[in-house]
């Protein structure tokens, strides 16, 4: 969720500081950090589709009923659960949203320290097979994500996230592309693991027995 205005002003906020270029490539390393794992990188995958467009796709499976999956994702309140807290995601729609097609939700979040709007449309709802969420207004020049739920044979639910984007200011904006497929790719490895312990239920306690009287 990098725009390419920002990695041009962290740019910029390097090279007004007088440094050498040792100093420089410190400064950069520290605010460009690659935060991801190796078994990070296996649950997001990233194919370039021409030379403007990629797409993004995670998978993961879950234990509970597709039913209680989907009615999970359809709250839209929960989405700030699965968000990075950096991002400081905060929805501006009054809550509780009624999820279908045509629902708008309008929110905010921050990437070192620069707030992004954006605004989004539900174009398909398929309750409890998948939705599609569509940028209108915000840092992507597209943005369309599909939620898919699958039934599996042992009774949990495959969870699917395909996201087609592509960056504002055509073949220049690709000079971002590094730098905004790795923030995406630790938001959804975030995302993958805050799924996972929603859908974990608590461990059970064992009662123990009473002292008997003596």
């Given at each position: 969720?990098?725009?390419?205005?920002?990695?041009?002003?962290?740019?910029?906020?390097?090279?007004?500081?007088?440094?050498?270029?040792?100093?420089?490539?410190?400064?950069?390393?520290?605010?460009?950090?690659?935060?991801?794992?190796?078994?990070?990188?296996?649950?997001?995958?990233?194919?370039?589709?021409?030379?403007?467009?990629?797409?993004?796709?995670?998978?993961?499976?879950?234990?509970?009923?597709?039913?209680?999956?989907?009615?999970?994702?359809?709250?839209?309140?929960?989405?700030?659960?699965?968000?990075?807290?950096?991002?400081?995601?905060?929805?501006?729609?009054?809550?509780?949203?009624?999820?279908?097609?045509?629902?708008?939700?309008?929110?905010?979040?921050?990437?070192?320290?620069?707030?992004?709007?954006?605004?989004?449309?539900?174009?398909?709802?398929?309750?409890p097979?998948?939705?599609?969420?569509?940028?209108?207004?915000?840092?992507?020049?597209?943005?369309?994500?599909?939620?898919?739920?699958?039934?599996?044979?042992?009774?949990?639910t495959?969870?699917e996230?395909?996201?087609?984007?592509?960056?504002?200011?055509?073949?220049?904006?690709?000079?971002?592309?590094?730098?905004?497929?790795?923030?995406?790719?630790?938001?959804?490895?975030?995302?993958?693991?805050?799924?996972?312990?929603?859908?974990?239920?608590?461990?059970?306690?064992?009662?123990?027995?009473?002292?008997?009287?003596?």
């Amino acid at each position: 969720m990098l725009t390419t205005r920002t990695h041009v002003q962290i740019l910029l906020y390097v090279s007004r500081h007088d440094m050498d270029r040792e100093q420089r490539g410190r400064r950069l390393k520290h605010l460009m950090v690659d935060t991801t794992r190796t078994e990070d990188a296996e649950r997001v995958a990233f194919r370039q589709e021409d030379a403007t467009r990629w797409s993004l796709r995670a998978i993961q499976r879950v234990s509970l009923p597709r039913g209680e999956v989907f009615h999970f994702f359809a709250d839209a309140g929960n989405l700030a659960r699965i968000t990075p807290p950096e991002l400081g995601f905060h929805i501006l729609t009054p809550q509780p949203i009624a999820m279908d097609a045509g629902a708008l939700i309008d929110y905010r979040i921050r990437l070192w320290g620069i707030a992004m709007s954006w605004l989004t449309e539900i174009t398909t709802w398929n309750p409890p097979n998948e939705f599609v969420d569509t940028q209108l207004r915000g840092p992507y020049a597209e943005w369309v994500h599909r939620h898919r739920f699958t039934p599996t044979p042992d009774g949990g639910t495959l969870v699917e996230d395909e996201v087609r984007f592509r960056l504002p200011l055509g073949r220049l904006g690709t000079i971002a592309a590094p730098l905004v497929k790795r923030q995406l790719r630790r938001i959804f490895t975030y995302r993958h693991d805050a799924i996972a312990q929603a859908f974990t239920p608590p461990p059970r306690s064992i009662p123990t027995r009473g002292r008997p009287a003596g």
